[in-house]
């Protein structure tokens, strides 16, 4: 069964901070995804990726950078945290494109004061 | 567009009562791929069951759910709800890029 890990598991920071994001995935699964999550609003892709150095937008990319460092980690940059992006952030993967199974990992709980 | 719409907000039902989430969908591609993600307390999302044929019902751990072009939905039964099936559960779909399109999800609470 896929392995996806997530750093920190709660985060607390203050308006203006900068907070990254760590994910990491052992399962050589070439897509990995940001989501967060709303009440509300449900599941909403941040951004995603299906290889190291690549990087595409999702469907609420403002505010957020990411990168992909390796096969394995993929990381969520909030350089200028706001009170908006208080939430839970979830990164999955998968072995292949929107056909193929996603594997969540345990979710950060980010608040910004 | 390529959405999702899900029954929404919270559904209580009686443990033994039928279960029925709405799920449907908008899309541009002849070939939708449909998914159920459910999502216990305190727990991540996980599949629980997909379908990329036309008619055909796919089942999985008691639920069931099968996909119809004709009327563009994707519905989630199940015979008798449980204590245990109390979870967000999530529709999501093939989006225009490579990646899934979730529904808001529909919290489904089940009481004695």
């Known amino acids: 069964e896929a392995a996806v890990t997530q750093s920190p598991r709660n985060k607390v920071t203050v308006t203006g901070g900068n907070v990254t994001l760590s994910c990491r995935q052992t399962?050589?699964?070439?897509?990995m995804y940001w989501y967060r999550q709303d009440t509300g609003h449900g599941l909403r892709l941040i951004h995603y990726?299906?290889?190291?150095?690549?990087?595409q937008i999702g469907d609420v990319p403002d505010g957020y950078k990411a990168t992909r460092t390796t096969q394995e980690d993929f990381f969520l940059l909030l350089e200028l945290a706001s009170p908006s992006q208080t939430s839970l952030y979830f990164c999955?993967?998968?072995?292949?494109?929107?056909?193929?199974?996603?594997?969540f990992g345990p979710g950060t709980r980010l608040t910004v004061l | 567009g390529d959405s999702v719409t899900q029954t929404e907000g919270l559904v209580t039902l009686t443990e033994g009562l039928p279960v029925m989430l709405n799920c449907t969908y908008q899309?541009?591609?002849?070939?939708?791929?449909l998914f159920w993600y459910v999502q216990h307390l305190n727990e991540s999302p996980r599949l629980l069951l997909k379908?990329?044929?036309?008619?055909k019902r796919t089942e999985h751990q008691g639920f069931h759910a099968t996909l119809h072009k004709s009327s563009s939905s994707f519905h989630l039964q199940k015979s008798s709800a449980q204590l245990s099936d109390s979870a967000l559960y999530y529709c999501?779909?093939?989006?225009?890029?490579?990646?899934?399109?979730f529904g808001t999800g529909t919290k489904l609470q089940v009481v004695p």
């Open positions: 990726s299906y290889g190291a150095g690549n990087l």
């Open positions: 999955a993967s998968s072995d292949g494109d929107w056909g193929w199974e996603q594997y």
């Open positions: 399962n050589s699964h070439n897509y």
């Open positions: 379908s990329f044929t036309d008619n």
């Open positions: 999501a779909r093939r989006g225009s890029g490579t990646y899934q399109r």
């Open positions: 899309t541009i591609y002849s070939n939708p791929f």
